[in-house]
């Protein structure tokens, strides 16, 4: 019994290291797929977090004439809301990286940021205008543009911001009316496509100076005609963007668009007569389904 003991331990001790021989080459193969894995997902990762670019926008303040002491507070406002809309287009910009098809930066972010800053350098300009000569030309100074960052990683963009999207991916919305499959709830809102309904301005208005009245009478036809573009646009769009498509491309420039124009027409009535106040509530459009 003695001299069977150590040749079985010895047997024993072999078959122990054999297991555990297998083990660990089990892991290390384990490992290595761990390691390639790995490694495909920070590539992802990489791809997903490229660089989108920044908007850029051309100076307003250096392009103003003199500005009369009672229109500078004004101005000043406007100025800062302007660098203001820059910036929440630049945070939007990298939010919505991989989000719609090939032109949703253009018609989600470029496209609304230029309607704002319409409506705001009209409202500079206006300001500027009530005690000295109002200028004239700043809403070529609205539209802005995409510096291209990561683009190389989008399959060949060039960065001028007029086709693609900084950061869309292209493999991932293969045509510009696809919708993403994690967007299934912005295709749902747009999917009916409805009809934008916004309140009458018409009905709300003062008695109208003659001297008014082919001015008011404009706007109110321009108002028109901006439901009718967006409600076109709201056809063309089925099926693109997030969740909140809708609202940030479509209804919020409308409501920019809307804002301007019945400024104009307070502004027109205000000349010989009582300006209305608060017309501005009267911006907001909704959509119905």
Do not use: H
């Not at 709300?204 to 005609?225: F, G, Y």
């Amino acid at each position: 019994m003695s001299r069977a003991l150590p040749k079985y331990n010895k047997r024993r001790v072999a078959f122990i290291g054999g297991a555990a021989a297998l083990v660990l080459s089990g892991a290390v193969i384990a490992g290595s797929a761990l390691a390639g894995e790995s490694s495909k997902s920070n590539g992802n990762s990489a791809r997903t977090l490229a660089d989108p670019g920044t908007i850029s926008c051309p100076d307003v303040a250096s392009q103003l004439p003199a500005i009369p002491a009672s229109a500078q507070a004004e101005v000043d406002r406007n100025l800062a809301l302007l660098q203001t809309q820059i910036d929440e287009a630049n945070k939007r910009l990298v939010d919505t990286v991989g989000q719609g098809g090939a032109n949703f930066v253009q018609n989600a972010i470029l496209g609304p940021l230029e309607d704002k800053r319409i409506a705001t350098v009209n409202r500079i300009a206006t300001a500027i205008g009530r005690t000295a000569e109002k200028p004239t030309g700043l809403d070529a100074l609205a539209p802005c543009a995409l510096n291209a960052g990561g683009v190389a990683d989008n399959g060949g963009d060039t960065g001028t911001g007029d086709d693609t999207g900084a950061g869309d991916d292209v493999s991932a919305a293969p045509s510009e009316t696809a919708a993403p499959a994690d967007d299934a709830a912005g295709g749902a809102e747009n999917t009916g496509v409805g009809t934008i309904s916004c309140p009458d301005v018409a009905s709300q208005l003062p008695a109208i100076p003659a001297s008014a009245q082919a001015e008011v009478d404009r706007n109110l036809a321009l108002l028109q005609t901006q439901i009718d573009e967006a409600n076109k646009r709201l056809v063309d769009t089925v099926g693109q963007g997030g969740a909140n498509f809708v609202q940030n491309a479509i209804l919020g420039p409308l409501a920019d668009k809307r804002t301007s124009t019945i400024d104009r027409i307070a502004i027109s009535i205000g000349r010989t007569a009582e300006k209305p106040a608060g017309l501005d509530s009267l911006a907001a459009c909704t959509l119905t389904q």
